[in-house]
Each structure stands twice: as structure tokens, then as C-alpha cells.
């Protein structure tokens, strides 16, 4: 891991968000520092969200505006009128469904972009959790073995070598170094308090990035399914507000609310070395981790010169000394890992790992769902303005549709009608005859009459056209003849 420290930069749209202006309840501007204890700063969040859902409710208003005028003004339209505004309602209709699927695509983006900022957000905070509970656990084993493990050894070791004045020097003087060493460990802040804290945090922003994933995914769906959810988006970003904004002015100088956090509870060096870790800055624990070592090392050579000249002559001392050495070699192996966990390049990485997926990802993600919100919100207006004319047109449309003349020999119902009639099937239409001069030679009409034709077979066979009378077509019908065709003569011009 490379010794230089990859500075955190807040991106440039938390600073935009931080500018804006932070008023409480009493319409007072306030400071903009991330002060979420301070009551003046909750009411700057809070009034920002009323803002949001001010502009909900002034959005509804219009429209409730709008569709109660146009219900009580209800005016006919006449024929030239209804072309363009047809035309203005489908292409209202098309705008509003492309507006909804732009929606919903940013929408999915933004969704997503914030699940994973969040997901860095708590993975961060599980692994410094994860550092900081192995740094408690070498800290306190280590001091548990000290006290317990090595005072049962030398308390039987003095025994044993109670006729040797030099021996029991040597077991007070390893008894000095254990104490030492313990000295040294109790200068390491107790992590266990931070380590709950970091622990609680993970799992809450867990569970709430849940449900909000959640229920953000659940009503992208319904909006591919009725528009008119959309409004709900807009509703319910109001909500977020308190926590967009809030995390826009902590993403612009998250260092500062930590310090101000950690007061109290670890001194300021500590905070500034994990915070910045740069070459510039000591290592606080290399003093008593040096000493830790040294104590260490004293304490084997010790040991070693008894396990070489005492064991010849206190031979029940043997097992006492090796456990000794045991518990030193794992004292100085827990001395390594506890050098390398508190190592400023771990927790920093975590700490800037957090901050790139809060401020980055995560208020990226929420811009994105507003932008949602607001095209959603655009898509529900456009279609509440268009469907009331799309349903005045459609019903308009059917209105003119039954006025048609049914008896109409054009009216496409009309022949629908004769063709699905059994009573007409035996009836010959003119059109059956053919114009061909084989076929004409092939009939044998009947001789023509002069005298018209009764009333009632004049009807029946006029009942095919619709059943309007043309008296000037009695003659051809009465004789049975087909139909006159029209023939092309070509034009002729004549020259005097």
C-alpha cells in the first residue's frame, strides 16, 4: 500500500447543494456547517423539505384548477377546431410518455448509483469496525495474558527459587517489564465504544438504504404501469430533503464534524493521524509500541539465561520457564499485528472509501431521483391536461360516427348488414351480370314490357341499394337488364 494519501475532494455538486440558502422556521438565515444537534440547523433541513412539498401542493393546485375549469367551462367544439387539437392532445400524449420513460430510466440510474454509495458506505464502516475490534481484542488479550498468565508463572517461579537471591532478581525485574508493558497498552484508546458505534451506524444505514431501495424500485415499477404514481415520487422526495441536503453540507467538510465527534473520547493527534495520515504527521503509538518491544525483548533474553543455567539446578522450573517463553512469542506476534492495525493507511482508506461512496455515488444517485421526481411530476401534469380532451375527442368522434346514415349505400355498415342478412341471399345484384358480348349472347331475357312494374317488386329488388326509390330506373329493372356500363371513348378533335 503506497505511503501517499490519496486527498478526499468533495465533488463539485455537494458544494452546490451547500450554498443553498440554510433558513430556519423563523425565516433567520443560519450557519451551514453540518450541525445536525443544533436546533436552528434541523429547521434549515426542515424548511428546505417544505419548500420541496410547497411546490408539490402548488402543483396540484393548478391542476385541480385546471380540470374544474374545464369541466364547468365545457364549450362544443366545432369542425375546425377538432384537427389541431387532436393533433395537440396526441402530441401531448407522446411528450408525456416519452417524459415518463426518460423518468424512469434516470430514475433506475439514480436508484442504483445511491444503493451502491451507500453499500461503500456501510462496507467501510464494517471493516473499520472490523479493525478496530481486532485492535481491542490483541490490546486486551495481551494485557489479560500479562496479568494473569505470567503473574501465575513467576508466583511459582519465586517459590522454586526462593534459596537464589540472583533468581529472584531476575523474576522481579520481568515482573517490572510485564507491568511496563501493561503500562504501555493502557496508553491505546479503548476502541470498544467507537466499535459499537461504528457498528450500530452500519446496520441502520443498512436497513434504512433497504427499504428506501426498496421502495424506490417498487415505485419505478409502478410507474412503467400508471403514470399517476409518479406523483408520489415527487411526494416523497419532499421527505428526503432533510437528509440530501444534510449530506451535502457534511460531504463538504466531513474532517471538521469528526473531530468534533471524536471530542472527548480520543485526543486530537490520534483523530488528525487517521484523518489525514500524510508522512508529516508522527505516529502517536510508536512510543509505547517501541517500549512494548524493547520490554519484550528484555524479557526473553531473561528467560533464556534461566532456561540455561537454572533449569540444571531447579529441574520443576523447566515447565514454568517454557511457559514463559510460550506467552512471549505470542505476546510479540500479537505486538506485530497490533503495530499493523494501527497503521493510519487502513482506517483512512476505510475513511475515504466511506466519504467517495456518501458523497460521490450516494449524492449523485439523489440528484438523479430528484431529477425523477420532477420529470415525473412533469409526465402527471401532461397527462392529466391531455386525457380530459382525449376523452372529449373520443367521444365525439362517436357522436359523429351515429349520425352517419345507416341506409347509406356507402356506409360501410350498411353492407355489412346486407352482407350478413339471409333474406337478401336470393337476390341478384346488377353486378352479377357480365358485360361481355359471350355472356350477353348467352341470355334470353324476357320480352320487354311497357307497363311498369308493381310497386312491391320494384321494393324488393331497390330493398339491396338501401331502399330509397329512383323511379327512373323502373324500366331496367322490370326487363331483368344488367346494369349500363361506362365505356372510355377516347377524345376526338375535329378540325374545320
Known sequence: MSLTRVDYIAPWWTYWLHNFPHINLRFQPTDKSFQPEDENY???????????????????????????????????????????????????????????????????????????????????????????????????????????????HLARLDEIFATRGDYVQTLQFMQQMADNVIKQLLGIPDWDEAKVDLATAADQTANIEYYRWLTYLLLLILDLIICLLACLGLAKQSLFFFFFFGTSDFCVSPDKYVMSQTKGIITSDIVHYYLYCNQTLSNPFQQPLTIFQRSLTTMQIQIQGLLQFAVPLFPTAERDLLGIQHLLNSSEASLHQLTALLDCRGLNKDYLDAMVGVCYDGVEGMLYLCLFSVLAACAFTVMLCAIPRALRQIASRERDYDDIDEEDPFNPRARRTVSQNPNHANLHSFCSYSSSMGSQNSLHPPAPTISNPPMSEYMNQTALFGGNPRYENVPLIGRGSPPPSVCWVPETKYFT
Not at 76 to 92: A, F, G, L, Q
Not at 116 to 129: E, H, I, K, P
Request: with cysteine; glycine share 12%.
Open 42 to 152: 434541523q429547521q434549515s433541513l426542515i424548511f428546505l423539505g417544505c419548500v420541496a412539498a410547497a411546490g408539490l401542493g402548488l402543483n396540484l393546485l393548478c391542476l385541480a384548477i385546471y380540470l374544474s375549469c374545464l369541466c364547468c367551462c365545457r364549450k362544443e367544439e366545432d369542425e375546425e377546431t377538432k384537427k389541431p387539437n387532436s393533433c395537440c392532445v396526441t402530441w401531448s400524449a407522446v411528450a408525456a410518455g416519452l417524459i415518463t420513460c426518460i423518468s424512469v430510466g434516470v430514475g433506475f440510474y439514480g436508484n442504483s448509483e445511491t444503493n451502491d454509495g451507500v453499500y461503500q458506505l456501510t462496507y467501510s464502516l464494517y471493516n473499520a469496525n472490523h479493525t478496530l475490534g481486532g485492535v481491542d481484542s490483541l490490546v486486551t488479550g495481551t494485557m489479560g495474558n500479562m496479568r494473569t498468565g505470567l503473574h501465575q
